[in-house]
């Protein structure tokens, strides 16, 4: 199974381990793993802050970008969410709509593409620690997986799960929602690592890097002792 890998903003540029992860895993499932290097932002800032005439050039380059693949994966869920987006976007040009429906049907996250796609539960990974998982705003309410990232961790050998109070909360990233709202981002991510302390985990969980870049930000500023991973890297882990 071919697979062309959607590295995200974040990944690229901040969390290349998660990109050498998520390669590595797809290809212990079997995939072979492709890497189009004209592939650029997903346009979700832009599209968030309301300039979709700008948007639409970048969802065109993307399309072209992925147009032969057989399948789109990202260690993101919200910007897969935004390549899904891109079919409300071209609501006005019905060649455009169906490309970028294309797209959509083709894009998934990395965790929904090994549980849902190659009906993978276990990946042989293994990790000695406790931890609580933060489930991301997009990729739960707009991209609508929720239980296949859960079902994957309860299968990591020595991997102790604690449910995180109110787990459905924004973290207070949300984009450009932190910059442009920056005291309501504070209280909400402060809230957020509250709840992640009660549960007296090791190691905070996510599937997003923007989620996981806000909190662990707070976590690091306020001195905290917990590991922020993202779900590949615990997936991709083996026990030495």
Same mark, same amino acid.
């Given at each position: 199974?071919?697979v062309?890998?959607?590295?995200?903003?974040?990944?690229?540029?901040?969390?290349?381990?998660?990109?050498?992860?998520?390669?590595?895993?797809?290809e212990?499932?079997?995939?072979?793993?492709?890497?189009?290097?004209?592939?650029?932002?997903?346009?979700?800032?832009?599209?968030?802050?309301?300039?979709h005439?700008?948007?639409?050039e970048?969802?065109?380059?993307?399309?072209?970008?992925?147009?032969?693949?057989?399948?789109?994966v990202?260690?993101?869920?919200?910007?897969?969410?935004?390549?899904?987006?891109?079919?409300?976007?071209?609501?006005?040009d019905?060649?455009?709509k169906?490309?970028?429906?294309?797209?959509?049907?083709?894009?998934?996250?990395?965790?929904?593409?090994?549980?849902?796609?190659?009906?993978?539960?276990?990946?042989n990974a293994?990790?000695?620690?406790?931890?609580?998982?933060?489930?991301?705003?997009?990729?739960?309410?707009?991209?609508?997986?929720?239980?296949?990232?859960?079902?994957l961790?309860?299968?990591?050998e020595?991997?102790?799960?604690?449910?995180?109070?109110?787990?459905?909360?924004?973290?207070?990233?949300? %984009?450009?929602?932190?910059?442009?709202?920056?005291? !309501?981002?504070? $209280?909400?991510?402060?809230? &957020? +690592?509250? *709840? =992640?302390? #009660?549960?007296?985990?090791?190691?905070?969980?996510?599937?997003?890097? %923007?989620?996981?870049?806000?909190?662990?930000?707070? !976590?690091?500023? $306020?001195?905290?002792?917990? &590991? +922020?991973? *993202? =779900?590949? #890297?615990?997936?991709?882990?083996?026990?030495?």
């Amino acid at each position: 199974m071919k697979v062309s890998l959607f590295i995200t903003c974040l990944a690229d540029i901040f969390y290349s381990n998660v990109g050498k992860d998520t390669v590595e895993l797809l290809e212990k499932v079997g995939c072979e793993v492709h890497f189009p290097e004209q592939q650029t932002c997903c346009g979700q800032p832009a599209y968030n802050s309301g300039y979709h005439k700008e948007t639409k050039e970048v969802a065109k380059h993307m399309i072209r970008t992925f147009e032969n693949s057989e399948y789109v994966v990202s260690p993101s869920g919200s910007c897969v969410a935004m390549l899904h987006e891109y079919t409300h976007l071209f609501n006005d040009d019905k060649e455009w709509k169906a490309r970028a429906e294309k797209l959509a049907n083709k894009s998934y996250e990395l965790t929904q593409f090994l549980v849902d796609v190659l009906k993978v539960e276990n990946v042989n990974a293994s990790l000695k620690a406790t931890a609580t998982y933060h489930k991301s705003c997009h990729m739960t309410r707009l991209l609508g997986v929720k239980e296949a990232p859960l079902k994957l961790l309860e299968n990591v050998e020595g991997l102790k799960m604690s449910p995180l109070p109110n787990s459905h909360d924004c973290c207070g990233f949300g %984009g450009t929602f932190s910059v442009k709202m920056v005291p !309501i981002s504070e $209280q909400m991510v402060d809230e &957020k +690592v509250r *709840h =992640i302390e #009660e549960t007296g985990s090791e190691i905070l969980i996510g599937s997003d890097c %923007g989620c996981l870049m806000n909190i662990g930000g707070r !976590i690091t500023r $306020q001195g905290k002792p917990i &590991k +922020v991973m *993202h =779900i590949a #890297e615990v997936l991709n882990s083996e026990v030495k």
